[in-house]
């Protein structure tokens, strides 16, 4: 490339977009790094649907009219590709797995694993994710007195469940041995790949910077447990006892004539997107309903009139309360905050035409606090997804398009399962002095520091 070519290539490319300036950029820096949900939101409500990031060469925009987001994500997305700095610094970890891949390849790895996801697959596994609430819940809240609150981590409750209910259900296998590294592991690694994601000065792969040589020990500790799994599974061992496993997704991927290398990423994939955004989204859930104890109270009935355990997929028609609270746990705290795409071509969005090599920003966090969509935005108000038929336009918590969220039924289910075990024996309260935890924005959006909710046996009823 010319020198004049690399310095054009220096340049941000006006589109005539509004957005803030390098000057707002550098003030905002510390805060961007620190809070980006707060920047976000601040340029929103500034600049309007369409925001322009003044980087150097082809423009980064956020985009925030769901019109503009369901092009990129659903109607243009074959235009529309992961090769972002985000997927980047997520595959340094999970390798190109189902999340992170770029490829075209991406589309035979979800065929793959696509039956694990069935609805047939998902009846079935409802019994284990049943006995990973029921198991975290005893160990966890067995020693409560059943008169007097506790102040307990909830988070960490709900990441053991996210954890177990993975390992039961999509490897048939109990993870309670590798849990503590496996849950420090992926801590580290959405750690990292945060870091990776925001860092302004790209550093070589191979150079020996902290973060580098802390993302290969990381690596190499998941590689060691993805290793363990598979050998397992491959000896004929350990398999749960909760039924048959070969149609397991580490059964179907074992199967498939993918090498080693491949089933570890996608072993390793399933493990950070399937228990840490389900973990954190039942966090958020938690503290919104100890929040609302009228809403808490109205999931405590519909549980207490269902008949039979909670299926995963059949619960909307019978636990329709329940389901919306989650719904809008999700419209609130969108565990994956932001989404972001490159166009491989020249394309027009919002109107405006963009060249190949544009950076399309997608946050549902910023979508869903729009208030000509969500009146009242920051209200929790469960009734909005009480209506049957499709979710609002711009509701986006699993995504969009081809690249929707392979284990959106597993997560929506299992989170409806989890409250409906938790709130039929336990009341969760806000402590005296309450103030909700600083959302964090990392590979999913987390409470920092923890949820400390009050938790109260309540006393079996005399019959
Ligand atoms: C509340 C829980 C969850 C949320 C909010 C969530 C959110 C998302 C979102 C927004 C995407 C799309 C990313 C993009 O378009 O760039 C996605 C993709 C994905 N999720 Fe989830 N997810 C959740 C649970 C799960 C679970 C339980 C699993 C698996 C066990 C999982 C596995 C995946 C995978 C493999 C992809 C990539 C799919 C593909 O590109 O084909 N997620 N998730």
Redesign the pocket.
């Known amino acids: 490339m010319s020198v004049a070519a690399r310095l054009q290539a220096m340049q941000p490319t006006d589109i005539g977009v509004p957005g803030p300036s390098s000057w707002d950029m550098a003030r905002a820096f510390r805060s961007v790094r620190a809070d980006p949900l707060t920047f976000l939101a601040d340029v929103s409500q500034r600049h309007g649907d369409l925001v322009s990031f003044p980087v150097p060469g082809p423009p980064a925009l956020l985009l925030n009219d769901p019109a503009a987001v369901r092009h990129v ?1 659903q109607t243009a997305s074959r235009d529309w590709g ?1 090769q972002t700095v985000q ?1 980047a610094a997520l595959a340094r970890l999970t390798g190109p ?3 992170a ?1 770029a490829e075209p390849s ?1 589309i035979e790895h ?1 065929r793959l ?1 696509a039956p694990a996801f069935h609805h047939e697959r998902l009846e079935a596994v409802g019994v284990q994710v049943r006995a990973a609430a029921d198991a975290a819940i005893t160990t966890r809240l067995g020693a409560l007195p059943s008169a007097y609150g506790e102040v307990v981590d909830v988070a960490d409750l709900t990441h053991r469940i996210g954890l177990d209910a ?1 390992g039961r259900a ?1 490897f048939s296998t109990d993870l309670s041995d590798h849990a503590r590294q496996l849950l420090d592991a992926t801590s580290d690694a959405a750690d990292l790949v945060v870091r990776l994601g925001r860092s302004v000065v790209p550093t070589a792969r191979l150079a020996p910077t902290r973060t580098n040589l802390r993302l290969r020990s990381t690596r190499r500790r998941l590689d060691v447990i993805a290793s363990r799994i598979i050998a397992e599974r491959r000896s004929g061992g350990r398999a749960s006892d909760a039924g048959a496993s070969g149609d397991d997704l580490l059964g179907l991927l074992l199967d498939s004539g993918l090498t080693d290398t491949e089933i570890r990423d996608e072993l390793v ?2 493990v950070i ?3 840490e ?2 973990a954190a ?1 039942l966090a958020w859930t938690l503290m919104l309903l100890a929040e609302h104890q009228p809403a808490q109270d109205r999931v405590r009935a519909e549980v207490a009139g269902h008949a039979g355990p909670v299926s995963l997929l059949r619960h909307r028609e019978t636990l329709p309360w329940t389901r919306a609270v989650v719904d809008e746990a ?1 419209r609130l705290f ?3 905050w932001v ?2 795409r490159r166009s491989r071509s020249a394309d027009v969005i919002g109107g405006r035409a963009v060249p190949a090599g544009t950076l399309a920003i997608i946050s ?1 966090w910023i979508l869903h606090r729009r208030a000509d969509i969500f009146p009242e935005p920051e209200s929790f108000r469960p009734e909005r997804f009480l209506s049957p038929g499709p979710p609002p336009v711009g509701y ?4 969009q398009g ?7 039924e ?2 929506l289910g ?2 409806v399962v989890v409250l409906s075990r938790l709130l039929a024996q336990h009341r969760l309260t806000v402590g005296p002095r309450w103030s909700r935890p600083e959302a964090l924005a990392q590979v999913a959006v987390h409470p920092a520091g923890g949820m400390p909710l009050v938790v109260t046996r309540i006393p079996p009823r005399a019959s």
């Open positions: 994500l992961k997927y797995g189902l999340l891949s991406w979800r694993a993975v999509l994939t399933m997107a399937g228990h955004t389900v989204a999700l969108p565990p994956a989404v972001s549902p986006l918590p699993f995504g081809p690249r929707l969220c392979i284990g959106r597993f997560a299992q989170m």
